[in-house]
């Protein structure tokens, strides 16, 4: 069988030992995991893997060590995504708080908050979901309407969320609502709080998604108590915390590799004799995702720095999105042709989910007329 292996150019000479010591990890843990549960990347979920990942120290690696971190780099943290991303491991369990909610409660959360929550997340025992689309507030997310108000020692909180990924299996969320002003006030009086998902009056309806899976939910709030020390921030500069957020979230690995399982069982399926077509398309590809690797390690390097590359964020994720859609049928195109049915057996199986799951990558973190607005105010052209 050909052997193909993600073998991307260090940035740095101290990333080797660690680029290694992760995919040999990853090789044992994952030894009998299928090709195609590899292919849901980071919406695939193992509480045991979380906790042998946080037990090596690579969950919240850049935190604080006083709160469960290790002080590593940005850098050291996005060769060790890259290697998840391309080993498709099952890493939702930690996968929002490592990449934002830990960095939020490092910058806004009270002493409470960052000492129960960032050790436990680190561990890779505690899981967060971002609560910020409702079902009338998706693109207009300024329109949400889940609202908190004064209650003595803290908050009652009503309304709902929906698309809640990891909302299934978290026991946290972090939540964009309202508390003060009305719905016209749009991004004044919206906050940030952490809602305990196992309190009175918390409902969790998970949504079945079109390959069967059930990584999503519905999240309904009925007049659901929240201590005062679970606000992020102060009060009513939520919007401005979410769009920094927002930054994290777009820029990373996750935005151009969630195809990356397609194309190593493609490669591999093809073999060292590939027809020319096969060669072409995949010369291709990895030109496309070195040019994506580099604006998104640029990104990261920005935000690591303290810079505010909102912009440069949403070019990543739109420019990643479209490449990492344009996969699966491009790939189809080609294997009728050029490969026999025998050669491509695991790589159907992949494309087959991929194939489902993909319109979806152009609609989470923002779709793409959305953040195409965003490009077109950044450049003064609206
Ligand atoms: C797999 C997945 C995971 C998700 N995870 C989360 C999560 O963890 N947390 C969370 O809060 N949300 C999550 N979402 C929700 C996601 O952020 C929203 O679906 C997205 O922001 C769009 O909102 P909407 O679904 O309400 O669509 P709408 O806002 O109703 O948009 C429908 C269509 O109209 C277009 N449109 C809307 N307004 C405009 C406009 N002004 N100009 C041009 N076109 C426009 C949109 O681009 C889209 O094509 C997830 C979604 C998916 C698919």
Redesign the pocket.
């Known amino acids: 069988m050909y052997e193909f292996k993600f073998d991307p150019v260090e940035m740095h000479p101290c990333t080797a030992q660690l680029r290694t010591e992760v995919r040999e990890f990853l090789r044992v843990e994952l030894a009998q995991m299928l090709p195609q549960d590899r292919a849901k990347t980071w919406f695939g979920f193992s509480a045991d893997f979380s906790r042998k990942f946080g037990a090596r120290g690579w969950i919240g690696m850049t935190w604080p060590k006083k709160y469960g971190g290790q002080e590593r780099s940005a850098l050291e943290r996005y060769v060790i995504v890259e290697e998840l991303l391309a080993a498709g491991a099952p890493v939702a369990a930690h996968w929002m708080a490592d990449r934002q909610t830990g960095e939020l409660l490092l910058r806004y959360g009270s002493d409470n908050a960052k000492n129960r929550f960032l050790p436990a997340i680190a561990r890779g025992e505690l899981y967060f979901?971002?609560?910020?689309?409702e079902p009338v507030a998706?693109?207009?997310l300024a329109a949400i309407r889940t609202s908190a108000v004064r209650v003595s020692g803290g908050w009652q909180v009503n309304g709902s969320?929906i698309?809640?990924?990891g909302a299934p299996h978290s026991h946290m969320m972090s939540t964009l609502l309202r508390t003060s002003g009305s719905i016209s006030s749009r991004h004044a009086g919206l906050s940030q709080l952490i809602i305990d998902l196992s309190s009175p009056g918390v409902t969790v309806r998970p949504i079945t998604d079109q390959t069967g899976d059930r990584h999503?939910a519905e999240v309904f709030f009925t007049d659901v108590f929240v201590p005062d020390d679970m606000l992020l921030g102060n009060e009513g500069e939520g919007w401005q915390q979410v769009n920094a957020e927002l930054s994290l979230e777009r820029s990373g690995p996750e935005r151009y590799l969630s195809c990356y399982r397609l194309i190593e069982e493609f490669v591999r399926a093809a073999g060292p004799q590939a027809s020319l077509p096969v060669v072409t398309l995949v010369g291709e590809i990895i030109s496309e995702m070195w040019t994506l690797r580099q604006m998104s390690t640029s990104v990261t390097g920005q935000l690591s720095s303290g810079g505010t590359p909102a912009l440069e964020a949403i070019i990543v994720k739109d420019l990643g999105s479209t490449f990492e859609q344009s996969l699966p049928p491009r790939i189809q195109a080609v294997l009728g042709a050029e490969m026999p049915p025998s050669q491509t057996v695991p790589l159907h199986a992949v494309l087959n989910y991929l194939l489902n799951a993909s319109p979806?990558f152009s609609?989470?973190?923002?779709?793409?007329?959305?953040l195409r607005?965003m490009i077109a105010r950044g450049l003064e052209l609206r």
Do not use: N, Q
Request: glycine content about 22%.
């Open positions: 979901c971002v609560g910020l689309s998706g693109s207009d969320k698309w809640t990924s999503f979806s609609l989470r973190g923002g779709t793409r007329e959305i607005g």
